[in-house]
């Protein structure tokens, strides 16, 4: 029965499930087109040259993945608070409400994973072609349509999602029935206990690698420094409420002062719900974090091994950590859209009050553009403790190789797809009818 009802709610709650199912699908997309290039190069031996970095770039994309998917799924559970209220109100159990949001999961989960399976294959056969291009390959990489890779696909398809979901529903069933009539968005703690003593864990442990990484062997210095990465963006995320409270404070000041009425509104969004901002943050945290450790660690150790790349081979790095980018951009745009809908009954209220759609589209970019300001603050911090480290380990002193323009582009396409997102998620309430459909 709860099946059944799971499946109903997904059918017709399309919308609200389109962006986890989208990261559903490409997380197995790109996490089984990955698998089977390396299954493909591990058979030959005259690619053992590039197998380190297939790995690399497969542990990114695994991780990516886990990361992106845990937390849309969160963000997509408690985004419906009212409707687990609702639920409690008319008589249903926590552990009712725990049985509806797995099934939901899972029915979620079952179909993307599938979906992805599918397009694994031509996602490995394309990028295969690009190695090949690119010279990083000349002889080109087999695609391995082996079970092993979709095993590890499916499992992150399946098994994150319904774990994310699990931890979620935790949340969903303190929901109390009355919560349905609260209209107050404040949040009542800024940072619950056992987050801030993961987000402390992990920048502890990420601190660590980190230091660990000019002393380890020169082999594993690179996945040392990228594994130090991942803890921090994980520690950081956890944490990023608080800081994003203290630059949401700071720099939506300095917007009421240039900008009073969306500028305030913006400031206030931000104040009072920084952990539903941090969701849109994270996402933009972990690509410029990821993306600029890995390519700017692997320019540094061509700038100490003398090694010039031009023409295709210059794309070879870009290209093998290019597809995470993409998917954390695509989270960028899903998590910011997420967000602003949560604000279509807010918005609706502005304008009743006399607030004007041009102020609120102007709020909506204010408060973009502060949230992927924290998320390249953040991200960039993530990536220079590691990159410096990298550099120590290859050079001997703490300096690395970075390009100005691939940091640039990153930053912008990030700015874009949040605008995109916020101000597509708000449209119809910032300038629609007053009442909803």
């Known amino acids: 029965m709860t099946l059944v009802l799971a499946w109903n709610n997904v059918r017709t709650n399309r919308p609200g499930f389109a962006a986890s199912f989208a990261a559903v699908l490409l997380a197995v997309t790109l996490v089984g087109g ?18 380190g970095l297939l790995v690399l770039s497969a542990a990114v994309s695994g991780f990516v993945s886990i990361f992106v998917v845990a937390g849309m799924l969160g963000q997509h559970v408690l985004r419906q608070r009212r409707t687990w209220g609702l639920l409690r109100s008319v008589g249903m159990t926590p552990r009712q409400v725990r049985r509806l949001v797995t099934a939901e999961a899972l029915v979620l989960a079952v179909l993307a994973s599938v979906a992805g399976c599918v397009l694994a294959v031509p996602y490995a056969v394309k990028m295969a072609e690009v190695m090949r291009m690119t010279g990083l390959a000349p002889a080109g990489v087999p695609v391995g349509v082996t079970p092993g890779p979709f095993i590890v696909a499916l499992v992150v398809g399946l098994a994150v999602t319904l774990l994310a979901a699990r931890i979620a529903a935790r949340k969903a069933v303190r929901v109390g029935p009355l919560e349905v009539l609260r209209e107050s968005a404040a949040q009542r703690r800024l940072l619950p206990w056992p987050r801030a003593v993961i987000g402390v864990l992990m920048l ?13 062997k020169p082999v594993a210095a690179f996945p040392t420094g990228l594994g130090a990465a991942m803890a921090l963006s994980v520690g950081a995320s956890a944490l990023g409420p608080v800081a994003l409270a203290g630059i949401g404070w700071l720099l939506g000041a300095v917007l009421a002062r240039l ?14 719900q920084p952990r539903r901002a941090m969701s849109a943050a994270s996402p933009v945290m972990l690509t410029v974090a990821l993306a600029c450790t890995f390519l700017f ?7 100490a091994a003398g090694v010039v790349r031009t023409g295709a081979s210059a794309w070879a790095a870009p ?4 597809s995470g980018v993409v998917y954390t951009v695509i989270a960028v745009l899903n998590a910011t859209a997420m967000t602003m ?4 009954e807010e918005i609706r209220l502005l304008r009743t009050v006399g607030t004007k759609p041009r102020q609120l589209t102007r709020a909506v970019i204010w408060e973009t553009l502060i949230v992927t300001a924290a998320g390249t603050l953040l991200g960039t911090g993530i990536a220079v403790a590691c990159l410096t480290a990298l550099g120590k380990a290859a050079t001997g002193v703490p300096w690395f190789a970075y390009s ?7 930053v912008l396409v990030c700015v874009v797809s949040g605008l995109i997102g916020g101000l597509t998620a708000t449209r119809r309430a910032r300038r629609g009818a007053l009442l909803p459909d």
């Not at 990955?34 to 197998?51: F, K, T």
């Not at 290209?319 to 290019?322: K, W």
């Open 34 to 51: 990955s698998g089977m290039l390396v299954a493909g190069a591990g058979a030959r031996d005259e690619l053992n040259g590039v197998m």
């Open 204 to 216: 502890c442990g990420g601190s660590a690698l980190a230091y660990l990484v000019p002393q380890v």
């Open 259 to 272: 900008d009073p009425g969306a500028g305030m509104l913006a400031r206030a969004s931000l104040i009072t």
């Open 297 to 303: 660690a692997v320019a540094t150790s061509d700038a």
């Open 319 to 322: 290209m093998l950590v290019g």
């Open 341 to 344: 809908t949560e604000r279509a």
């Open 404 to 410: 100005l323009p691939q940091y640039a582009g990153l």
